[in-house]
């Protein structure tokens, strides 16, 4: 399985700022084995989500050249200490992954 997927949020004012660190290979398909030279199969994150309370945030679709272990930063309103933050992912190989965490208290 997946390492764990990082999300942080902070609060400021009414504003959210969430950031999501999704660890990932992310092989685009055209890098070659360095011992045989076979290429690498590709194996990269195809769709995410990020929802607050069961609500969706963001929906997205990545491609292969996005670089490994991408790093997002979203912004939303309304969300408050205590609410709940899910990110998932589904990738090239069938392989999810699901993390949340609740907002802290600032």
């Given at each position: 399985?997946?390492?764990?997927?990082?999300?942080?949020?902070?609060?400021?004012?009414?504003?959210?700022?969430?950031?999501?660190?999704?660890?990932?290979?992310?092989?685009?398909?055209?890098?070659?084995?360095?011992?045989?030279?076979?290429?690498?199969?590709?194996?990269?994150?195809?769709?995410?989500s990020l929802?607050?309370?069961?609500?969706?945030?963001?929906?997205?679709?990545?491609?292969?050249?996005?670089?490994?272990?991408?790093?997002?930063?979203?912004?939303?309103?309304?969300?408050?200490?205590?609410?709940?933050?899910?990110?998932?992912?589904?990738?090239?190989?069938?392989?999810?992954?699901?993390?949340?965490?609740?907002?802290?208290?600032?």
């Amino acid at each position: 399985m997946a390492e764990a997927i990082k999300i942080r949020a902070t609060l400021q004012g009414d504003i959210a700022e969430i950031r999501v660190l999704m660890p990932h290979p992310m092989e685009t398909g055209q890098r070659k084995d360095p011992e045989n030279g076979k290429p690498i199969a590709q194996h990269f994150i195809q769709t995410f989500s990020l929802s607050a309370n069961g609500n969706p945030l963001v929906n997205g679709q990545l491609n292969t050249s996005i670089a490994r272990n991408p790093l997002f930063t979203f912004y939303a309103s309304g969300l408050k200490a205590g609410d709940r933050l899910a990110m998932e992912w589904s990738d090239s190989k069938g392989e999810q992954r699901r993390d949340e965490v609740v907002i802290a208290a600032a």
